[in-house]
């Protein structure tokens, strides 16, 4: 068996089974719901900083540019409330949202479940001092407190239905009314769980629920920042996909509390003026190491559409415009990459020596690092530009990255590209022999 097959062996028996037991887990899934209930507004409160923080120096004496800064520092306050309402609670969108989800797993109303959820989260993250409630755990530092208490409001609701713990009503009584008095129960044993739990950690570490969580969680939120990390990342989602497992799913689902708690630190320090402390966001995935598509295909389906196997030139024309978009299915399967040994190496390599180029440049301070939300579907030039503020060195870095990805898959194209002849020309022989 060569070592390929074992490697192939190895992925399909091994890796696969795991890697699709995870991504069907309840808790994945509903976490992934969660992120992406809140992505669109979390992409609005972003889109504010552009305006809140121009891309211009502040010693600038262009006319247009002078007047921007001017704008934005007079009305600074209110430019803010859309990104404080939006960024700066992300917690909300996000306890609903995962509570809607574990809901929906259990055949719960979703609508209930989330608001339970929602309320486990505020008894442990918003405390009342001074007539007045703190909102510091309400952004990225509150994301893996929302995560925890939304399993478990969800959990404890499901158990009590299980348990047939609740309060019934007449069957003539509205569904709405029977709804609310239902949950009740469940409202009443998070209330009296979550509250006194909070009072004790807080009273024992002199630190409230979130900010414990964060204290334990501090060096793994750190080492999550790390060069070793992005490429241990690209790896799995690599792999899993060129077994035809969806490895994005599974790795932005893991990673998504993490970039979220680091890129709302980065906001905070842009608001300041202090330096940007981290580097790998979503917006460093998406526009560094998924250019065109996992694998950074955009640059292969612009060598496609020059190839000479006909068969390839059809796949660069199908996929190229989705790429751009970075939607590169048509590739992956068309071509195929997907369990091809040709494009084996260059499907894992390119985005971990893209991912190490762009990670070394950032922390060098060549390249301007992340503080937005962007779509993942953004051209990746422009969604480098947008997540750094529209500054002109992302882009730079991005086109680095074509290159290099171009350069790598060229040599693994070619050789596949005269295996096709070969089949061509044999087909063309046999049909030119069955019509003589």
């Known amino acids: 068996m060569s070592l390929y097959q074992s490697m192939v062996s190895v992925i399909e028996q091994k890796i696969a089974p795991l890697a699709g037991s995870i991504g069907q887990q309840k808790y994945v ?35 247009f540019a002078r007047g921007w800064l001017n704008f934005s520092l007079k009305y600074r306050a209110e430019l803010m409330l859309p990104f404080n309402l939006s960024m700066g609670v992300m917690t909300f969108f996000i306890s609903v949202g995962i509570g809607a989800s574990m809901g929906k797993h259990y055949k719960l109303d979703p609508i209930m479940t989330g608001l339970l959820a929602f309320m486990a989260f505020l008894i442990v993250a918003a405390p009342y001092k001074d007539d007045h409630i703190s909102t510091q755990y309400f952004s990225g530092q509150g994301i893996f407190t929302a995560i925890i208490t939304a399993i478990y409001a969800s959990e404890m609701y499901a158990l009590l239905k299980r348990k047939n713990i609740t309060i019934r009503l007449p069957k003539e009584v509205p569904t709405g009314v029977a709804r609310s008095f239902e949950i009740l129960i469940p409202v009443v044993i998070i209330v009296a769980t979550l509250h006194p739990l909070n009072l004790l950690v807080e009273s024992m570490t002199g630190m409230i629920i979130p900010e414990a ?10 080492a999550s920042d790390s060069l070793p990390a992005i490429l241990l990342s690209v790896l799995l989602c690599q792999i899993l996909w060129f077994a035809g497992i969806h490895g994005a799913l ?11 708690t680091n890129l709302a630190l980065n906001q905070t320090a842009l608001a300041t003026g202090a330096p940007l402390p981290h580097i790998y966001l979503q917006g460093f995935w998406d526009h560094y190491l998924l250019i065109g ?3 950074s295909t955009l640059p292969l389906a612009f060598l496609l559409l020059r190839s000479k196997a006909i068969h390839l030139r059809t796949i660069g024309k199908m996929g190229v415009v989705p790429s751009f978009f970075n939607i590169n299915e048509p590739i992956l399967f068309g071509a195929p990459i997907i369990m091809n040994p040709v494009f084996f190496l260059p499907f894992i390599l390119v985005p971990m020596i893209n991912a190490t180029f762009a990670w070394t440049a950032t922390k060098l301070g060549w390249v301007a690092q992340v503080v937005s939300m962007t779509p993942w579907t953004t051209p990746a030039p422009i969604g480098a530009s947008w997540a750094a503020n529209w500054a002109l060195s992302p882009v730079i870095m991005c086109l680095i990255c074509m290159v290099l990805s171009a350069a790598m898959y060229y040599p693994f194209l070619k050789a596949y590209e005269r295996t096709l002849l070969k089949q061509e020309e044999d087909k063309q022989a046999n049909e030119l022999a069955l019509n003589s």
């Open 213 to 222: 969580i964060m204290h334990l969680l501090a060096p793994l939120v750190s």
């Open 293 to 295: 598509g996992v694998g």
């Open 29 to 63: 899934i509903a976490i992934r719901d969660g992120f992406l209930a809140a992505l669109p507004f979390m992409i609005i409160g972003s889109f504010m900083l552009v305006f809140i923080f121009p891309p211009f120096d502040a010693d600038t004496q262009w006319g």
């Open 250 to 260: 599974i790795v932005t689902g893991i990673m998504n509390p993490f970039w979220m």
